[in-house]
T-cell receptor, first 111, second 113 residues
């Protein structure tokens, strides 16, 4: 069974204090590794898709990387508006779009 | 370009009742997936509809059922509601049955008393 595990569950950072979120995955035939951002009371918002080990993608203060077993979301010099829950998800091979989500990391950035 | 819209935003039901949730997919998208998100958890895949047919299902009992209409909008029906069905129900649309990038609505918060 496909499994996605995220750590830590919660992270509290001072504004400007860089850190990384971890996502480890076990899926049968990875087709893509995704990162989403979710604000309270809203649906997840797409951030990145990574397809193969060694791939990196950046968007503003966020950078996502992928290895054969893990993905990391690096947050550089975060701001209070980066506070949200960050979800990692993996898509496995098959005849339909099967996407397994982790439980998320709740990030709080303090001014 | 309109995004994914869901209705209603909140709903309160009692155990044993039936509920129907609705979703309008993003313009140009032909695939709709439904997810259940309990408090503090990640979204759990319920099922996916592509061209009006269910083409994938997660570990949810048959009392969870759905429909997709010719305009690609969708419904999620849950019969015989249980207390554990209380959750945020998310609809996500995408361009094809095998496209991974999901566009989510804001969800329907269902409370079962």
């Amino acid at each position: 069974e496909d499994q996605v595990t995220q750590s830590p569950e919660a992270l509290r950072l001072q504004e400007g204090e860089s850190s990384s979120l971890n996502c480890s995955y076990t899926v049968s035939g990875l087709r893509g590794l995704f990162w989403y951002r979710q604000d309270p009371g809203k649906g997840p918002e797409f951030l990145f898709t990574l397809y193969s080990a060694g791939e990196e993608k950046e968007k503003e203060r966020l950078k996502a990387t992928l290895t054969k077993k893990e993905s990391f979301l690096h947050i550089t010099a975060p701001k209070p508006e980066d506070s949200a829950t960050y979800l990692c998800a993996a898509s496995s091979s098959g005849g339909y779009q099967k996407v397994t989500f982790g439980t998320g990391t709740k990030l709080q950035v303090i001014p | 370009e309109t995004g994914v819209t869901q209705s209603p935003t909140h709903l309160i039901k009692t155990r044993g009742q039936q509920v129907t949730l609705r979703c309008s997919s993003q313009s140009g998208h032909n695939t709709v997936s439904w997810y259940q998100q309990a408090l503090g958890q990640g979204p759990q895949f319920i099922f996916q509809y592509y061209r009006e047919e269910e083409n994938g299902r997660g570990n949810f009992p048959p009392r969870f059922s759905g429909l997709q209409f010719p305009n690609y909008s969708s419904e999620l029906n849950v019969n015989a509601l249980e207390l554990d069905d209380s959750a945020l129900y998310l609809c996500a649309s995408s361009f094809s049955g095998r496209s991974e990038k999901l566009f989510f609505g804001s969800g329907t918060q269902l409370s079962v008393l």
